[in-house]
């Protein structure tokens, strides 16, 4: 039997995939979230074999953050990420931090059951839709590459410290404990970077370390 979990914020969606896998006799439903925080508890909980998470709850790096804390846990699920867009910048990052692929969310029944499947297999699925265009995604984040490190180097070493750290999705105290810096004094590193590099939010300052070449590090 596989035990699934999976994230929304949206419950008409949480509510299409239960409909989805009901009459799939070798998936169970194990847990449900609504959000980032429940979801990794949900996962921390009933050690699921898959979790379908959507990239952008509540927050615009909620799926992100999320992903993170599931796969560092002990025994952690196949995950795979949700999305209702073909193809965003949030594709690459995901998939660099872990994910086994992306389903779009009005993906056909029996391609999700074949997909579920496959994820507790340990296999990767990535939709038609999303594949098709990653080559091109992937020239663009080369032609990024170059910019993305410039913008880096104006940074201080601390701060290109603080960018590669969120990069890995670590939250303001998870970073302090790191960095042996107090909470206060790594959010106004975190101000000041996204200042600096011009970025809106802790998601965009993920995918410049991403592009800059700092999550390989």
């Known amino acids: 039997m596989i035990k699934l979990m999976f994230a929304d914020d949206e419950e008409l969606v949480r509510s299409g995939l239960r409909a989805m896998m009901s009459g799939a006799a070798d998936i ?6 609504s959000d980032g925080r429940s979801a990794v508890e949900v996962a921390r ?24 804390a599931i796969l560092a846990l002990p025994d952690p699920p196949t995950v795979a990420m949700l999305t209702t867009f073909d193809i965003d910048d949030y594709v690459s990052l995901a998939l660099r931090l872990g994910a086994n692929g992306f389903l779009l ?4 029944p029996a391609a999700l059951l074949r997909a579920v499947r496959d994820l507790a297999r340990g296999g990767a699925v990535l939709d038609p839709g999303v594949a098709a265009r990653m080559v091109q995604s ?16 104006s940074l201080s070493e601390r701060e290109r410290e603080v960018v590669g750290l969120i990069g890995q999705g670590l939250s303001n105290a998870e ?16 101000s000041a970077v996204l200042s600096k590099i011009g970025a809106a939010n802790r ?4 995918l410049l370390a991403y592009r800059g070449g700092l999550l390989d590090q």
């Open 203 to 206: 998601v965009q300052a993920a």
């Open 138 to 153: 992937h020239r663009d984040e080369q032609r990024a590459a170059q910019p993305a490190r410039k913008l880096l180097a």
């Open 45 to 68: 909980r009933y050690h699921p074999d898959v979790a379908l998470l959507d990239i952008k709850m509540r927050a615009p790096d909620d799926g992100i953050r999320a992903l993170r």
């Open 28 to 33: 169970e439903i194990v847990g449900e979230a």
């Open 105 to 108: 969310k009005d993906i056909d």
């Open 175 to 190: 970073i302090g404990g790191r960095l042996h810096l107090s909470e206060a004094t790594v959010k106004g590193y975190v």
